[in-house]
């Protein structure tokens, strides 16, 4: 599970209830400055899904663990059937939706058990979707927001568009920040945190940080497994598992979109390329090990390149180094944004900085005077 350096405190031993605590005291103390007329957010408990058999409600923000959060979830709720989140496919999860919900059990649940969210720096949040749902190979995304930004670059609508494949960091940025100011409706994986679970009306008994996900999962399980008898998820070593479980369905994409390689014009390497670079950047491969083709890759197949990744994966190297690449390649992709959408994505951020106690304006990113520590270029053109 990803995890990156901490922007607030790190539970620690008997602490944690106190970090905890400290942490809902700031949600109500921005939420004082915060004029809760200027957004709308009916939708937020629509979005909350539940574990019927206990009661915890979640409210799920996309790039900060969600999938494994509703996979824990179903295995909660599985009275022992299950055993790890990870045995569990995308789209198979067991829970109940808020919106499906009749008055009377909405009344029922809201009366009685516990609630959560997860958080994440800002900065931090928008790359990584940027970087998962368009740098990456994301057939969905290339088709619909992609080609829309590409279209912006190219002043054109033609029909000979048909993915945004290329698009780059700063232009997706631009293009966020057009959104907000045309109060366009921006997707999910990309808007503020506050406006999709809305800590102001709608109050959260824990909240997690990404930042410290290993130590706020750990505390979130163990209470778990001393309330509820039933709860038999083996907490083992997520890493691992989420870099084997990430890789396979980066590999069940990128062989999809094998068949649009001749209408965006790139050889079907370039893909590979990009899902290789994609794994390094996210910390789970080391930007040593080399992509471990040379010539035509046409003939490569799905289960030959996953070996390749888990390869990869399982040599002995510097972690704790490959960790360190996650925020090497999002001080990188930032540097590429212009300063004046620097301070604009500051006003975009915001609300969610103060309320979950994040930096606004983090030196890493707006200084531009300290050269790079490193020469490797994360997002180099493959071509």
């Known amino acids: 599970m990803q995890t990156d350096e901490p922007a607030a405190d790190v539970p620690t031993g008997n ?24 957004y709308a957010s009916t939708s937020v408990r629509n979005n909350i899904k539940i574990d019927p058999v206990h009661n915890i409600r979640y409210c799920p923000i996309p790039k900060i663990g969600t999938t ?14 299950l055993k790890s989140p990870f045995e569990i496919g995308r789209g198979n999860e067991d829970l109940l939706y808020w919106r499906n919900l009749p008055d009377d059990k909405k009344a029922h649940y809201l009366a009685s058990g516990q609630s959560f969210i997860f958080v994440r720096d800002p900065y931090s949040r928008l790359y990584s979707g940027y970087e998962d749902k368009l740098f990456h190979v994301n057939l969905g995304f290339w088709q619909s927001l992609g080609l829309r930004i590409v279209r912006e670059r190219v002043g054109t609508n033609s ?70 008898n039933d709860f038999t998820l083996d907490i083992g070593q997520f890493e691992k598992e989420a870099a084997i479980d990430t890789a396979k369905k980066k590999v ?3 062989f999809s979109a094998k068949k649009i390689c001749s209408d965006i014009k790139v050889p079907f390497k370039y893909l590979l ?45 510097n972690w704790a180094a490959i960790k360190l690449q996650r925020n090497e390649a999002l001080i990188q992709a930032y ?46 053109d493959f071509l």
């Open 15 to 38: 602490n944690n209830k106190d970090i905890y605590e400290k942490r809902r005291n700031l949600i109500a103390d921005g939420c004082k400055s915060i004029s809760k007329e200027n």
């Open 335 to 380: 540097r590429q944004v212009p300063l004046e959408d620097m301070e604009r994505l500051k006003q975009f951020f915001h609300r969610d900085c103060l309320l979950f106690g994040y930096d606004d304006r983090p030196e890493t990113l707006f200084d531009r005077t300290k050269p790079l520590e490193h020469d490797f270029l994360y997002f180099e």
């Open 68 to 81: 494994f959060w509703v996979r824990a979830l179903t295995v909660l709720s599985s009275n022992g059937r």
């Open 159 to 228: 029909e000979d568009l048909m993915y945004g494949h290329d698009v780059t960091f700063p232009e997706f940025v631009k293009f966020i920040l057009k959104q907000n100011d045309d109060n366009s409706s921006i997707n999910v994986h990309f808007r503020p945190m506050h406006l999709l679970c809305d800590p102001c009306r709608f109050q959260y008994d824990f909240v997690g940080y990404l930042e410290t996900f290993s130590q706020d999962a750990n505390f979130l399980l163990t209470k778990w497994h001393k309330e509820f």
């Open 252 to 254: 069940k994409t990128v």
């Open 273 to 317: 390329m990009k899902t290789w670079r994609d794994l390094q950047i996210r910390g789970y491969l080391s930007k040593n090990v080399n992509f471990p083709y040379q010539g035509d890759v046409d003939n490569v197949t799905p289960n030959e390149f996953l070996d390749a990744i888990v390869k990869g994966l399982e040599q002995d190297q």
